[in-house]
Structure formats: structure tokens, C-alpha cells
């Protein structure tokens, strides 16, 4: 099980993330990502890698729900 | 600055028993509230009593104590003092006048979860509290620091707090980890007036502290019995001044309610927040006293998380949009608040989009 989180305070809304990544983000009227809710795993996980990388500021994580609380 | 008719019969007096108009010295503190006893169980006695914090949030008090007691490093308790809300005056109140009660809750708490240090917060706007708060210290026991904040909405808010004490900028930081993860325990001060008061009863005082404004007769801080309705309160209190439309219960992050349906709106600590009650006059715009809510808290952004600082400001200019008869401002409204929800770091954008929907819902 994991999921996307993204650091409001890092994330600068590129938006690259929304563009690399349309299944489970798009952006606000202001350009800055809405994560929709959800496990990601399979080729969804393989997509959210890549919007991972692409961040300039490193704001947005892949992480295991194990790990992760609220 | 009153407390309710005292009944023979209560199992606990109140936080404002034997108020002056200045602070109880230790020796009138404890010829009022008795000697301050160590509580073997003093979490479990709190978690009994029901009692939850009044800082706004209403967290259950006891969980946040067993939370840091789990924790490996040796925690630091923080007394938030800071009241960044400009429509609440209450923890001022008590560090004004009662502050040895505070400091007992604080003492009791930091005993309880093996705290080697004591944290007092103010608002460096606060002088005579920190003066009253000095003096207090230097009558009792124990090592307690103060530390001041600037006067800002979000100082208050727990994260942005801690780094400023650490020295940082007061400005909140991304959960988690956790303060309690951080060896932190933060406690509104009311809460911890609270605590000194179970320690000795076994119970809470039943009550909570209002700072009433607006259209009222009798504006200023107040001890209340909690379970009463809105219309109750507003009435024990001296009532209203002048005709009233709707009163915004629990502070700049509450909500709206109608005049009509302040008779059947029992106060709970859930509901009252920080206990903020403002009466608004009929002869005043609802959507215009919120737009003027809502620019405010625009402004009062820490600036760091996208959505929030834009968000609110559209949120603030969709509303002066809709005060001057723009309705179609309001389909914006109900896009927006919705996209604000959970997107900061805090729950600064969060507390202003619940004020903005009950206003749509009572007003619109």
C-alpha cells in the first residue's frame, strides 16, 4: 500500500507532477496539485515515481501507508 | 469579567473563583482552590473527568499526555498562551488574573509525563499578562521559562509555536512528525487550568470561559456552565443590545449560527472552540462582516503553502464580490473552499473555509 504526498510548504506548483501523473493529480485554479486519494500500485506506481522525480523541489513523496499517519 | 451564580452545590468551584482585578497571589490562590496535591494517576483522572482542550481543536486532553509519556526523549510542556484569535481574550484573561491556577495545571501535567521544563507562551503584545505571569513564577517552586511570539493569527497554531521557541520563525511546519513525536506537549492554558482543578476534584468545573462581543450588553470574558443553549448563555450574560441576525460561535475558524437557532444550540466544547461569541446586529451584512473575516485571514497567512495564500485570497475577494450583489461570486465560493480544505501544512485554510460555508449557508 502506498500513496502520494505532497509538502504544501516545498511545492511551488510547477504542476510538471499533473502533467506526468493525470490519474491521480490535477491542479487547483492556482496551479498547485490536488492529490486524489487511493492506493497506488502496478503501472500507476511506475507513473508516480516519475512525477516523483520530476518535482524541481523535491516536494512531492511516494510513501508506504505502513509508515504514514493521517 | 464574571463567573456564574455559585451553586451550593458544586462537586468543583470555578476557574474564577476569587478573581480581583489583578492577578491571586500564591497565598489567595491557594486559600482559594486549596493546597496542590501530586495525583498518582493524574491521566487517567483526566481522561475520566472527559476533559478536552480549549484551545479550539477539542482534542481529548488525556490522549494528547499518554501520546508523549510514549515517547523516548525526556518532553518539555508548553502553556499555549498565545490567543492569536482577535476575538477571544480568555487565556489572557487567566494568565491576568489566575495565573498560579495555569502554572498548577502546567506543574501537574509536566509531573504526570516526566517533563524536566516548563514553557509559558504569550504574545509578545501581551505586557500586563507577562508581567502578572513574572510575578507569579517568582512566588512558587519550580523552573518555568516564558517565551513570547509576535502577535500573529497562526503564532498560536502548536507547530508554528515550537519553532519559535526553538528559534525559528513563527510560522508552522509539516506534520508529522507530531509535537508529541518531538517530545513536545502543548497545552492551551485554559486546559491547564482545567487540569489543576481535576487534580483536585476528580472533575472538571463543568465550565468553560467565553470572551462575548458584538452587539451584547455585557462584552468581555466570562465563566459559563457548559450544556446551557446559545440563547441561554447570550441572556445569562446580559443579553443582546439591539436586534440580532446570527452570532459566530467559537472563534475566526467557527461558524455562523442564526439567531433563530440559537435556542436549540447546546454548548458543548466541541462547538464552542476557543468560546468566542460575537453578536452580530441585524443592521449588519453577514457576508460583509465574513469578506471582512476572511481578508484578515488572508492576510494573516504564514505565506508558505500555495493554496492558502491564494486561495484565500480569492476566497476573500469572491466574498467582498458577493457583499457588494455579485451572486454569482457564491458558485466560486463553493469551488474554492472546497479546494482549500486540508491543503496547508496547517489547518489555517481549513478553519477559514468552515467560517465562509456557514456563512454561505446562514447569509446567502
Known sequence: MKRLRVDPIACDGHGLCAELFPERITLDDWGYPI???????????????????????????????????? | MTAPAVEATRAAPLLLTGIRNRALTLDEHMNTFGELVRHRDLIQAIARAGLRGRGGAAFPTAEKLKAVVGQRMTPTVVVNAVEGEPASSKDRALMRLTPHLVLDGAALAADAVGADRVVVALSESARPERHALAQAIRERRGAFEIATVPARFVAGEETA????????????????????????????????????????????????????????????????????????????????????SAFLVAGYFGCWVAARDAATMTLTPDNLGAGVIVALPTRASGIGETARIARYLAGESAGQCGP???????????LESLARGDRAAASRLTRWTAHVRGRGACRHPDGAARLVESALAVFA
Do not use: M
Request: proline share 6%; aromatic share 2%; charged share 20%.
Open chain 1, 35 to 70: 492529490l486524489e486519494d487511493g492506493d497506488i500500485s502496478g503501472k500507476l506506481e511506475r507513473h508516480a515515481k516519475r512525477a516523483v522525480a520530476s518535482c524541481p523541489v523535491r516536494a512531492l513523496r511516494l510513501e508506504s501507508l505502513k509508515t504514514a499517519r493521517r
Open chain 2, 161 to 244: 509555536l515550537l519553532q519559535a521557541i526553538e528559534g525559528g520563525p513563527a510560522k508552522p511546519t509539516l506534520k508529522p512528525p507530531y509535537p508529541f513525536e518531538r517530545g513536545y506537549l502543548v497545552q492551551n492554558a485554559e486546559t491547564l487550568a482545567q487540569v489543576a482543578i481535576v487534580a483536585r476534584h476528580g472533575r472538571t468545573t463543568g465550565t468553560a470561559l467565553v470572551t462575548l462581543s458584538g452587539a451584547v450588553n455585557r462584552p468581555g470574558v466570562h465563566e459559563i456552565e457548559l450544556g446551557g443553549t446559545l440563547a441561554d448563555v447570550v441572556h445569562s450574560l446580559g443579553g443582546t443590545s439591539e436586534p440580532v
Open chain 2, 308 to 318: 492558502c495564500v491564494h486561495g484565500l485570497d480569492a476566497i476573500a475577494g469572491a
